[in-house]
Each structure stands twice: as structure tokens, then as C-alpha cells.
Nanobody, 116 residues
Framework: QGQLLESGGGLVQPGGSLRLSCAASGSIFDVYAMGWYRQAPGKQRELVARIRSGGDTYLSASVKGRFTIAGDIVKRTVDLQMNSLSPEDTAVYLC??????????WGQGTQVTVSS
């Protein structure tokens, strides 16, 4: 079974930008959607953005207007462009693949820290 590999996290100042990338390593079958969740300390895991195989996208209200998701479900890639970052965006960001009739596949997570 394939894996999801994330890159692009790091430390950025408030107001800055980061781009997260996620790509499949190996074969991953029956993917219907891909996207990003985030998990901050003491908070529930939150769906940040998602793209479906038909191309439609979802962005949570907390990031709409600042983040953009782009991806290719066939190629099993998804990117998250994050602009105007604030300390409230600090979290571990996890890439996921929603699969038809199978359990979701998760990346290992990448840390995003927004701090001056």
C-alpha cells in the first residue's frame, strides 16, 4: 500500500505564507478526495480544505480567503497555499486521502508554527 508524504511546514511570522505539498508514494487506489486537516494542542482535529475528484473544493470558514487548495486526484497530489498566517493557524497539518470502500489514508503530519 502507498503512503502520503507531506512537505513544506515550518516556522513563519504572522502575515507570512507557506505552501504545503502532499504526494502519494506507491499505489493508492479508489481515492475520491484529498485534503488537509489540522490539529492544534488541546483542540479537536479540524478539516481545513478538501478537493474532490470532480474538482470541487471546500475551505473551512476559518481559512477562507487566506488559504487555497489545489490538487490532482488522479496523480494523488494536493497542495495547500496558506497566506496571511496568524498564530491561530499553528498546528500539525495532516494530509489525507478519502477512499471509496476503504479506510482513509493519512500522512505523518507537518508542523506549521506562526510566531514572531
Amino acid at each position: 500500500q502507498g503512503q502520503l508524504l507531506e512537505s513544506g511546514g515550518g516556522l513563519v511570522q504572522p502575515g507570512g505564507s507557506l505552501r504545503l505539498s502532499c504526494a502519494a508514494s506507491g499505489s493508492i487506489f479508489d481515492v475520491y478526495a484529498m485534503g488537509w486537516y489540522r490539529q492544534a494542542p488541546g483542540k479537536q482535529r479540524e478539516l481545513v480544505a478538501r478537493i474532490r475528484s470532480g474538482g470541487d473544493t471546500y475551505l473551512s470558514a476559518s481559512v477562507k480567503g487566506r488559504f487555497t487548495i489545489a490538487g490532482d486526484i488522479v496523480k494523488r497530489t494536493v497542495d495547500l497555499q496558506m497566506n496571511s498566517l496568524s498564530p491561530e493557524d499553528t498546528a500539525v497539518y495532516l494530509c489525507y486521502a478519502h477512499r471509496i470502500g476503504r479506510v482513509n489514508l493519512w500522512g505523518q503530519g507537518t508542523q506549521v508554527t506562526v510566531s514572531s
